[in-house]
């Protein structure tokens, strides 16, 4: 096997640095995220962007039971239990019960978890049109084929997971 063209290098290359990117701005995510929170008033925050990303599905969605969190954002059924326990402790989340549903548990935002899920959510948005500026740049067609390779790339990347 030969080596490489230069360019599939070069794409090599960026495709590292922007995971390693990618990580760096993970940590700080949160980071800014607990500052701002601080800012608005909110000083009691969970310390993991997954939790917030929970309260975010929950507030979204209420009333909402575990598998549904837990279908919507891709994470398993024990990761969420574990997860909604926690905020159900801290006081972000309360569980309720449908009428017709005895059994099942459904989770509601509090005033608390309700505060921090419309945080989230304004900052959400501000990233989402921030990023769809970032994308005007390109043409209808090379949007096109940024949407195959980062369909391509993710199908990869769950393969690679799964095996």
Not at 5 to 32: D, M
Not at 113 to 142: A, C, N, P
Request: net charge positive.
């Amino acid at each position: 096997m030969g080596y490489p063209e230069p360019n599939k290098q070069f794409i090599f290359g960026l495709y590292w640095k922007f995971a390693h990117l990618r990580e760096q701005y993970e940590s700080r995510e949160i980071t800014v995220f607990l500052e701002k929170a601080l800012a608005s008033g909110v000083t009691d925050c969970p310390k993991n962007i997954t939790s917030i990303h929970v309260i975010d599905c929950i507030g979204k969605n209420e009333p909402v039971n575990n598998t549904a969190i837990a279908e919507k954002m891709e994470l398993s059924k024990a990761s969420i239990t574990k997860i909604s326990t926690k905020l159900y402790e801290d006081g972000f989340v309360k569980r309720t019960r449908l009428n017709d549903n005895k059994k099942e548990i459904y989770f509601r935002l509090t005033s608390k978890g309700k505060k921090l899920y419309e945080l989230h959510d304004k900052l959400h948005k501000l990233e989402e049109e921030r990023f769809y500026r970032f994308l005007d740049k390109y043409s209808s067609t090379e949007l096109d084929f940024v949407r195959q390779f980062m369909q391509d790339a993710v199908g990869e990347m769950e393969q690679k997971l799964i095996t």
